[in-house]
């Protein structure tokens, strides 16, 4: 069953509905939490993390690319992603094996779109980000994003 995209937004931190609700912040905020997310091998290494203490960061940079995904897609008035939409992203992300090279083509889809000012194509492909959270949190968590998420 898909999440709940409407539920998770009314309940998103006052600060993140009040105050970071437009797309100026939103969309390079989220190329960044992607970026994050792609640093964590290099900053375990370097820092010589244990594996908790990867864990623990993945799901923190995950959860705020979560947080602000729901955010934009709000901002957008976007409560719900399409069921055709959503299938497509996962059929074609089966051929992505590294959770972490998927998101950031979705992010700089998004964020490409969003530079060249099309609104709709912006739209379009934080929805498609925001699918492939959905899809990747099981491969990344082994837990869909709806249980990652009440842990």
Do not use: C
């Amino acid at each position: 069953m898909p999440f709940n995209l409407k539920k998770y937004q009314t309940g998103l931190p006052g600060l993140v509905r009040e105050v970071t609700v437009d797309e100026e912040y939103l969309v390079p905020t989220l190329v960044g939490d992607v970026a994050d997310l792609l640093g964590i091998p290099a900053r375990a290494k370097v820092e010589e993390w244990n594996p908790t203490q990867v864990r623990s960061t993945t799901e923190e940079y995950f959860t705020q690319l979560v947080i602000h995904t729901a955010a934009l897609l709000s901002y957008y008035g976007i409560e719900k992603i399409d069921d055709d939409l959503r299938s497509s992203v996962t059929s074609r992300l089966s051929k992505l094996q590294d959770v972490r090279v998927s998101l950031l083509a979705r992010a700089d889809r998004m964020y490409r779109a969003y530079i060249l000012e099309e609104p709709e194509h912006t739209r379009m492909e934080a929805q498609r980000l925001w699918a492939t959270l959905e899809d990747r949190s099981k491969q990344l968590f082994g837990k869909s994003l709806a249980e990652f998420l009440e842990q």
